[in-house]
């Protein structure tokens, strides 16, 4: 079985935008675990936590903290150069 992709660069960056967020507007962990009724482990594996995170668990816990996706998806990732898709290598055949 393949191990389960994670990526940590990327995760954190979401966790640090997550906690900023929370810190400016005063909403506390035990508030978000009221707003999402996540545990308040769940909760701290999400905001805090290292462990890879849903979409969905993401999505609750920005409407708990009253802010569009976009303010935490707001930051750029190293693209790397891919081979060519198969469909340009089958029209070279």
């Known amino acids: 079985m393949p191990k389960q992709y994670i990526d940590t660069n ?19 962990l035990e508030d978000i675990q009221d707003r999402t009724e996540f545990s308040y482990s769940q909760v701290y594996r999400i905001v805090r936590g290292k462990n890879n995170v849903s979409v969905s668990h993401l999505i609750a816990v920005c409407k708990a903290l009253e802010v569009q996706p976009l303010a935490i998806f707001d930051f750029k990732i190293e693209i790397p150069k891919f081979s060519e898709l198969r469909k340009e290598l089958k029209s070279k055949k």
């Open 10 to 28: 990327s995760l954190e960056k979401i966790r640090e935008k997550l906690w900023a967020i929370s810190q400016t507007r005063g909403i506390t």
